[in-house]
């Protein structure tokens, strides 16, 4: 795989797996005596939402520049670096759950029932950010031991990039094994979803550190991006609404301590916390380092206070009433 500039890639890919995500939707729903209907409507109403909300989302962010600077055109734009992929996500779950709704299935029944195919829809979302030139890349990659695929992708040129959205793509597809597995046992209507959306959100947090595109930099802080924040904001709504079903509020503080480490060693690897010289010389040559692994750490705690926060106490079987 190679990086290019082909909006004609990158639209195909996201139709395809648009297309594959609905039939499998449309599939689950068939076999579950339930309304096939509802994933055409989903497929519309998930798609119109997205793009409202990517835009809405990159807008937020981006509000205060474009007045100030006079990038009025940005408001209508649909380019991909003017998009906010998680925003979108936000869209497209909520198109899905309207669309249950409108075709008289519980939101959460039709959300468990979307978690697979969803992540299918979500892993060829990736792969089409190959055709999106550098959107979805991190930094150079110059040590030779690293330049393999899919740690690395190269463009036209023969330049070396962390694939990010390669990795990305890849947990999606991981994700299915969660998304299949949980909900069973009569867990509860909900489960599948709740626990996906913690595995792929708490893994999101830790990919986005790894991006080098400057356009999701917020304007509120400039060493947190734009995603990182909304992937956190989605992530402690279900942490807050787990620990309010199960009526356990410990994992919501840990969680919290968690999103402010994870700030921390952002803030760290951008170099912004002057240590002295003298006694920190090592932490200083290897901050990098120090924070990647550090950050990696806090998102596999983030996602196990997440699973913690939305699975019923000692593990016991909850049935809805």
Not at 49 to 55: D, G, V, Y
Not at 56 to 71: I, K, N, Q, R, V
Not at 173 to 201: H, K, N, S
Not at 236 to 248: H, P, W, Y
């Amino acid at each position: 795989m190679m990086l290019t500039d082909s909006p004609a890639f990158a639209a195909g890919m996201m139709l395809l797996g648009l297309a594959a995500g609905m039939i499998w939707y449309g599939f689950r729903l068939k076999k579950n005596h339930l309304a096939a209907a509802a994933a055409p409507a989903a497929a519309v109403l998930g798609a119109l939402l997205a793009l409202i909300c990517a835009k809405a989302g990159y807008l937020l962010h981006d509000l205060g520049a474009s007045l100030l600077e006079g990038y009025f055109d940005e408001v209508t734009e649909l380019r991909p670096d003017l998009l906010s992929f998680a925003a979108g996500c936000g869209g497209f779950i909520a198109g899905t759950a309207l669309a249950a709704r409108l075709c008289g299935i519980r939101p959460a029944r039709a959300l468990d029932l979307f978690a697979a195919p969803g992540c299918v829809f979500l892993c060829l979302a990736r792969i089409a950010e190959a055709g999106m030139d550098t959107i979805g890349v991190g930094n150079d990659m110059e040590a030779e031991w690293m330049q393999f695929f899919p740690l690395v992708i190269r463009n036209d040129g023969g330049d070396a990039y962390l694939s990010v959205f390669v990795l990305e793509a890849l947990t999606a597809l991981l994700c299915l094994i969660p998304a299949l597995r949980a909900g069973r046992d009569g867990e509860g209507e909900g489960q599948a979803f709740r626990r996906t959306a913690v595995w792929l959100l708490g893994a999101q947090i830790f990919w986005e550190m790894l991006l080098s595109y400057p356009y999701t930099r917020s304007f509120v802080t400039s060493f947190v991006s734009l995603e990182q924040v909304l992937c956190a904001v989605f992530l402690l709504a279900i942490v807050t609404a787990g620990c309010i079903r199960n009526r356990r509020w410990g994992p919501l503080p840990v969680f919290l301590a968690l999103l402010g480490c994870s700030a921390f060693f952002q803030f760290f690897r951008d170099n912004k916390i002057e240590l002295p010289e003298e006694g920190w010389e090592w932490a200083l040559d290897h901050a990098g380092t120090i924070a990647l692994a550090a950050f990696a750490l806090v998102s596999a705690a983030l996602v196990v206070t997440g699973l913690k926060a939305v699975s019923p106490e000692n593990g016991k079987k909850r049935k809805e009433n």
